[in-house]
């Protein structure tokens, strides 16, 4: 362990935040929040019930008229100063968000708080460069667009990047106009909770941002139900989305849903070795895994599987697993007990229906130091394109190995499954590389590189993966309504009914 401090923030904020004001939850429910590292208790958090829900929704819905009748400007600026008290703030940000989640310090300090404060200052540059559009209609009439908020959104967040997921969510439907009621993991409140607090310090108006923690199953499907939510956009899995989008049938909901993922990663013959490996690592290892575009399907040209998975696995085996605070640690803990004893249970049916472990599988062993945590080696394993580890999302730092011998069998392998998130390929042929970016089904490519993400890239999937997209101009379009505005300018109309 290297020697910098692994201690916790020293003031941790636990309350909902509603109507610009950080209050209990009526009836006092509160829930505990664990640090998977040891599965000590962090602190108790506020947990909200739909009385709760109610009150933010009236918040929202009050602070909406003024919010959005600001200038586009004026609101930017209010996510152009979030984004920089972010960057201020940054290692405190850091900590908490390793503390909470598990992944480690040195991916949250240079990837999640960086892009967090990046999405902000992307959607606070954007919101008075975001334009309707005048539209070559028939001589005489001028007809233009307007893009209007929808008005209040509710956005409920998973707890693998919950940091990340805020800002995703927080700054394009800010930036466009509408208000918000945010619903974070209860696994992971603390991060959206500080986020609230920086909110308040920039002066953003009250009512226009409020976060409530609180269990999906009650307070998550009541969001999607309440006819004062005009959009639900939604990341967590599949199954959930689906049962958002019965309930919000109500009031018709606009739904954005980022879901699962099962993503494709091929090596071709002509790829560059050392980079497929070094990328391939990053796609299934970071956050331990946990990400909806992990590279979880390794999908390797036969000649050369050999070297590729022998040095692949010496690459997975040296990776270092320890306390996320430690600047040192390049693998955390799985954010909770239930998924690290699921993604260990994938090893279980892997081996039923015949697939080889190659490395991994287990606790890290002769750890004395992480037997209280939520540890998991990292993790490779052959099987059949067929079996269920090809097909379901793990989740976590397990990554399934099939080869192929064409270029027709690869693509088949990478579309044989229900998802269609993110993708990607190792080659150095250029109409290869291009052929296959279109004909992945997924809704991102990425070509000698692994899990790119932007502010300003669309950013969402396909099929069992949902739709609607996140970040750039798509978000923007997702978070209003376009109207078409006809004026008569100078046309001569004949009369419809001539008397
Ligand atoms: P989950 O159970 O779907 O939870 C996601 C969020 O939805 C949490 O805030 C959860 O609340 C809430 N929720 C649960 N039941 C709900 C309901 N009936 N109505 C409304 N909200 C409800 O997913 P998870 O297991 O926490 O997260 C992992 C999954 O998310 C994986 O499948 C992963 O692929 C997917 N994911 C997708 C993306 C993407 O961008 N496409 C990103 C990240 C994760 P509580 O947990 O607080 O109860
Ligand atoms: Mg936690």
Known sequence: MSTASTAAPSRIQSDLFINGEFVKAEGGATAP?????????????????????????????EAFPKWAALSAAERGRYLLRLADLIEERGH???TLESLDT???????????VPRAAMTFRYFGGMADKFEGAVIPVEQGFLNYTLRQPVGVVGQIVPWNFPLMFTSWKMGPALAAGNTLVLKPAALTPLSSLRIAELMAEVGIPKGVVNILPGPGSSIGQYMAEHPGIAKISFTGSTDVGRR?????????????????GKGANIVFADANLPAAIGGSAFAIFHNQGQACIAGSRLILHESIADEFLEKFITLARSIRIGNPLDPATEMGPLTSLGHRDK??????????QGGKILTGGKPPQDRPDLANGYYVQPTVVQARPQDRVSCEEVFGPFV??????????????????????????????????HKFAGA????????????????????????????????????MHQYTEVKSVWVNVDANIPPYYPR
Not at 450 to 461: E, L
Request: overall charge negative; some cysteine; glycine content about 12%.
């Open 102 to 112: 598990g992944h480690p310090m040195r991916d949250t300090t240079r990837l999640d």
């Open 440 to 475: 992945i089904k997924s809704g991102m490519v990425w070509i000698n590189c692994y899990k790119r993400v932007n502010a300003a890239s669309p950013f969402g999937g396909v099929g069992s993966s949902g739709y609607g997209r996140e970040m750039g101009f798509e978000a």
């Open 343 to 352: 993604v260990l249970g994938y090893c279980e049916i892997a081996a039923e």
């Open 92 to 94: 405190e940000l850091a």
């Open 33 to 61: 929040t664990h640090n998977p590292h040891d599965n000590s208790v962090i602190t108790e958090v506020a947990s909200a019930g739909k009385a709760d829900v109610d009150k933010a929704v009236t918040a929202a819905t």
């Open 244 to 260: 958002i989008v019965q309930a919000s049938a109500g009031n018709l909901k606009r739904v954005g849903l980022e879901l699962g």
């Open 400 to 433: 399934v190995v099939s080869t192929f011998k064409t270029d027709e069998e690869a693509l088949q392998i990478a579309n044989g499954v229900e998802y269609g998130l993110g993708g990607g390929l190792w080659t150095t042929n250029l109409a290869r590389a």
